[in-house]
């Protein structure tokens, strides 16, 4: 028996799930019918034919930011015998978290001409505050190799393996400079986990932070405070870790350190 | 063989001898602010005229009219990124329908030429022959590699504040296992050859341009190039500079470690580390590697990468249902008593060859001599 | 066993050696052989024993081993895991390998069943030290699945049986249930081999001891200058049993453990087995207590 496959969306901005539908997509074209490995049986955004549940493999995108949100999360999580949290707004509120750190009635009061109609939660979460999740890839967007290598492990019966270390190796991987090191840009790559395949410093940039905090002990205190001795701006630290992750408890706990303030 | 005098304006003789003899040139050259290793064709892609400062954390590339071709030091890349590549698939397997097969294709590898190895380098690459080829089971790849490598090493003649090779005993004049030796001096180069490969190569050369030898005074004064240089690292001291010069004490090293490991630095050092694994990716000899499986999405073709590994990483250490590193300070404890003293029982020779790359590149300039040096002051107990 | 020579600081800390001609002599550290499942058998829930024959007859004929080594079983797509050898080395029809299902891959050996390939390299690393302990008494004390590792050795003592003294087993578990190998032990103590059992928790059935393995040191006759111990288990364990030994006499010279660490190669090449200055796979698994006693009560090495 084939493997049912649900893909749901909460919170987001579809990113992931288009990368979703780039990786079936390219099985299809690489690898034969995709439907030879998993029948697709939930996915409003690719087609409109619901399969019933329950399902073998749920992929979940979004945040959790209403009480509908709430209660349609534990459904899901009844019904998928294997969740998966997909991208960062899924695994750690995204970008949309930042309203966690303001008072939810100056937002809808600035926005919406009838607030009364809004109904929302004070705080944008990610899926494993509410329902146990069987295992996160991260990423702003997540990434097709990773999600391929993802369901590819669930088919062939092997538990994922994801790399559980710094965006750094995959620079060294790469031959990039160091941007942190060679220019002084402060970069978050050293405390960032792995997965996006280092993009952004091999284009002269800083690493944002897109796949959250490494999983082992990220020093934060230690990379920022390099920085500001050597001429950073505490602010633009603070804003560095206040990006995609924002509210991953060790770039939150980082940024209120930084601003000293407490959340 | 003798010395000879190959004019700066006649570089790109060398670079074409060896094209023409079949070797991909590789060659340093400034790029993303630094010298990296890079592809060379052209002799005016050297990075003739640029200095790097280097000091923890910190690389700078400057500007003097004055440097010569090879004044740079080493840069974020090493003979590793090429003999021992991060990423590279060693074997492929196939299900058939008589069971598994092995479908490797056979291992070409390309001859490569590198120029401007430096003594550090060279001691690294040594090193890392006796990690690779040196057991009862070798790396076959490595090995294909390495026999098929022609270096142009280089003389140093300056050391950033991070260069510790005179401590290591690894420069700055470069060791054997050259096959061309270049020593820069004004605007022309002394250049020899040991291996008969390199020879060939002189005399290829010597075949398009008139080499002239070195006169016995000239000899003398060329080998007094690196001697100086070795000299005034050896005087420099560390309170002098800004940065701070290196040197690493090594006497008795590997009882002072074994017999530290339980020093309360270990976990001071901690606090700063972040285990991000940036000082055994840049080490010319950290050697750590791991395999992954990559499977089609069926599981019936399956690709095996070996990549490489760092002990800063919790995968290095993941054993069922516990890690034997969990912390950092354990695991910054296993790269530098390694380094320092388990690789001299296990290969006859430290792992550290002085080059530095382990300070500059560490984004918070974490030292690895001054953590032995914390060390050798307040021992918690005295070498055995 | 005889440990290599230690090393102290070289008079240079760095060797430059130009590179030897030719370079290298040593084999392919992936050299392999494929192989059939030709058995299965639960030992106890969640361990199960493997026999493995060779696909090839010349791999068949030249394979060897020495009790206390180890291979390395790779199944293509899944990954490759280190497992000592637990059958009896003179039988050569097949090599046994007795795995708890913790991992990728021993998980996915579960779901393989006779006739199954599985790709096999090794043997691997160091041995129980049989012959240095020929003559004297011979105290095996194991926990879990650590008894798969010395049921090599306790069946080759058995076929040499009169060449050694008294041979005693100390065996705990976490529960009855937990004893691998159940139904040999009749046949290990005819052989003259006392079979110790203890678990750490008992069931209704269980009539025999309940505690530490080291607590079964308590009823032994021992003499301890003619004894040698060979200890597997989890390292606190290992660690108390040979506090325990050398409480009762037995010199630490004498002692000999067997060690896990992760591993990728097996072939000293990959990095990821090293304690302190050795490496797991080559200078171990089974080392010589004195060997490692600086390094076995320092935590996280």
Known sequence: ?263 | MPLSWLHTTDFQQLIDVLRDRGHRVIGPQVADGAVVYRDLADASDLPTGWLDEQDGGLYRLRYDPQAGTFDHVVGPHSLKNFLFPPRETFETWSRTPNGWLQTTPAYEPEQLAVIGVRGCDLAALAIQDRVFLGGDSIDVRYQARREKLFVVAVNCRRAAATCFCHSMGCGPAVGPGFDIALTEVGDRFAIEATTDAGIAVLADLAGRLSLPLLTADEVAAVRQVPETLREAMQARRPEEGTPRPRSLDTENIRNLLFDNLAHPRWAEVADRCLSCANCTLVCPTCFCSSVGEVTDLTGDEVSRERHWASCFTLEHSQMHGANARPTTASRYRQWLTHKLAGWIDQFGTSGCTGCGRCITWCPVGIDITEEVAAIREMPTSSPS | MTAPPRIESPPRPCIHTPAPEPLAVGRDAWHHHVTRIVAARDEVAGVRTYDLAFRDPAAAASYTFAPGQFNMLYLPGIGEAAISISSDPLKRASVGHTVKAVGNVTHALERLGVGDEVVLRGPFGTAWPLDELQGRDVLIVTGGVGLASVRAAILQIIAARHDYGRVSVLFGAKTPAGLIYASEYDAWRAAGIDVRLTVDEADGDWTGRVGLVTALFDDLDLDAAATGLTCCGPEPMMLAVVRRASAAGIPSAAMYVSMERNMSCAARLCGLCQFGPEFICRDGPVFSYDRLAKFLDIKHL
């Open chain 1, 1 to 263: 028996m084939r493997p049912r496959l649900a893909v749901y969306k909460f919170a987001s901005c579809d990113g992931c799930q288009l990368q979703v539908i780039d990786v079936l997509g390219r099985a299809r074209k690489h690898l034969g019918e995709v439907a030879d490995l998993l029948d697709i049986e939930h996915f409003l955004e690719a087609r409109s034919r619901i399969g019933a549940g329950p399902y073998d493999v749920g992929l979940v995108e979004g945040s959790v930011s209403t009480l509908h949100d709430v209660e349609r999360i534990k459904e899901i999580r009844r019904q998928c015998r294997f969740l998966i949290t997909i991208g960062a707004c899924a695994t750690a509120g995204g970008i949309q978290a930042l309203r966690n750190w303001g008072q939810i009635d100056d937002f809808l009061g600035a926005v919406y001409a009838t607030p009364a109609y809004i109904d929302t939660l004070a705080t944008s979460d990610p899926i494993s505050a509410h329902v146990k999740v069987d295992f996160e890839l991260r990423g702003c967007p997540i990434d097709p190799g990773q999600l391929a290598s993802v369901i590819s492990a669930f088919c062939v019966g092997r538990r994922p393996r994801l790399p559980g270390y710094s965006v750094c190796v995959e620079c060294k991987e790469r031959g990039t400079v160091c941007v942190a090191v060679a220019k002084g840009i402060p970069c978050l790559g050293p405390v960032t986990q792995a997965g996006c395949g280092a993009i952004c410093p091999a284009h002269d940039r800083e690493c944002f932070g897109c796949y959250g905090p490494d999983r082992q002990e990220p020093n934060l205190v230690s990379l920022t405070g390099f920085y500001e001795r050597h001429g950073a701006n505490r602010d633009s630290l603070g804003r560095l870790v206040q990006s995609f992750n924002a509210w991953a408890p060790e770039f939150r706990e980082e940024h209120d350190r930084l601003s000293g303030s407490e959340s």
